[in-house]
């Protein structure tokens, strides 16, 4: 049983409601940034449950994160699931306002290592189903092995000047370990996406493999051999590699690389989230507006004429979520883009996320839930900064959105229409590993 927790009063983020009752399946809000007029409460029958109740004016009702309900009604155990969730949960409480915006290379709070891992698990469990847990511990104890086999091969290094000691290591990891860029625009392998995956194979995206970096020099200036302030530069194009350098001697046009603890979270979560939309027929439109057209509520009229493989991309992942087959990377999956969705909910980025939330669940054929979440959308982009987009871009997304909440509207309308009684079939028994 988790005791009741007081936290201390400060204005919450512009765009969280100060109401609503929102229970998440797996500790919705263990984020103590998340509403700091918030009280959490567990029910006797589960214990596993966290609930948020905020004194504020938005009526809606309560709102859920879905996943892990729906794939338990389905008949997929998700205890591990749930298990991996409250543990990000606990790692992300650690997020401060001041440690949000710290860089990777000297944050103290936050373990990035076991926070990748248990999203790496959470996502392990969904898929292969397995009755075993991902083993996170033993995935950190081989990372920590790379900072001790790094120290020994390296013990001059040390020794030496900053620029030498960043040199070592880089070639530590990219030539003597072989640790390297996944490169493709588009479809990215799946285990590149995932720190257990890149430990193993060594094939990994410029976010996970600034993630090792940082994780190496904190073991090192845990072990007293680092006196120097290190910043690790964050490659924005498509082949660079993370690369430190001494704090000292960095330039302005350096901060755009530099990678803090949140937006770290970020990047990784929003990845996976890209990398399984079910809708990946046309990379020029953000993931909303795939969604949107999936779902015929995207004005076509200012578009141009579809291609064949548009239609035919768009079509088949719209076939395979109402039959239930496992869909490839190349055509998404649901399972992981939901819970892709739902962390980047929890880390409070960008009201957006609650907008394409609710989008998939529209698809997933939870129309009440889709429409809570399409409302506090709505509710709340107006008194938050959203991330920038192109007018054009803006006006599609916001012309679908109208179209797919009155849609909404006229379904929950229909007499006694409710919450299908099981989710649609992709939660089902289609096991594959992560």
Not at 169 to 194: H, I, N, T, W
Not at 259 to 274: A, D, P, W
Not at 358 to 373: N, V
Request: hydrophobic letters at 35%.
């Amino acid at each position: 049983m988790i005791a009741a927790v007081s936290l201390p009063s400060s204005p919450p983020p512009p765009w969280i409601p100060m109401t609503p009752c929102l229970t998440a399946s797996s500790c919705y809000s263990c984020s103590s940034s998340f509403n700091p007029c918030a009280s959490f409460t567990t029910s006797a029958s589960d214990s596993s449950t966290l609930r948020v109740t905020c004194g504020s004016q938005y009526q809606a009702g309560d709102l859920k994160f879905v996943l892990h309900d729906a794939l338990e009604s389905s008949g997929i155990d998700a205890s591990h699931a749930r298990e991996a969730r409250e543990k990000f949960c606990l790692q992300i409480g650690r997020l401060s306002a001041i440690e949000s915006e710290t860089s990777i290379a000297i944050n103290r709070r936050v373990n990035l290592a076991k926070t990748a891992l248990y999203v790496a698990a959470e996502d392990d469990s969904i898929v292969s189903h397995s009755s075993v847990p991902l083993p996170v511990d033993a995935f950190v104890e081989r990372l920590d092995d790379h900072s001790m086999d790094f120290c020994t091969k390296n013990s001059a290094a040390l020794r030496s000047t900053p620029e030498n000691l960043l040199k070592s290591l880089e070639r530590y990891l990219y030539q003597d370990k072989g640790f390297q860029r996944c490169s493709v625009m588009y479809q990215v392998e799946p285990r590149a996406l995932y720190l257990h995956s890149v430990l193993t194979h060594r094939t990994g995206s410029a976010a996970m493999l600034s993630l090792i970096y940082s994780e190496i020099l904190k073991m090192i200036r845990l072990w007293g051999l680092l006196d120097f302030d290190v910043e690790i530069f964050y490659p924005r194009d498509l082949s660079g590699l993370p690369i430190g350098y001494h704090k000292k001697k960095s330039k302005e046009s350096d901060h755009a690389h530099i990678m803090t603890t949140k937006s770290l979270l970020v990047e990784i979560l929003s990845n996976l989230k890209e990398a399984f939309w079910p809708f990946q027929h046309d990379h020029t439109r953000s993931l909303f507006l795939r969604a949107a057209h999936a779902a015929n509520c995207h004005d076509k009229s200012s578009t141009l004429e579809e291609s064949g493989f548009e239609l035919a991309s768009a079509k088949a992942a719209q076939h395979r979520l109402d039959r239930g087959v496992w869909t490839s990377v190349r055509y998404g999956d649901m399972r992981r883009a939901l819970s892709a969705c739902e962390r980047l909910i929890l880390l409070e980025t960008d009201p957006k996320e609650l907008r394409d939330y609710g989008i998939l669940l529209y698809h997933c054929g939870l129309y009440k839930e889709s429409m809570q979440y399409l409302e506090l959308y709505q509710e709340t982009k107006d008194s938050s900064i959203l991330k920038e987009s192109s007018y054009s871009m803006r006006s599609q997304e916001e012309s679908a959105l109208e179209k797919l909440m009155t849609r909404l509207s006229f379904i929950l309308l229909e007499e006694n229409w409710g919450t299908p009684a099981s989710p649609r079939t992709f939660l089902g028994n289609n096991s594959e590993p992560c």
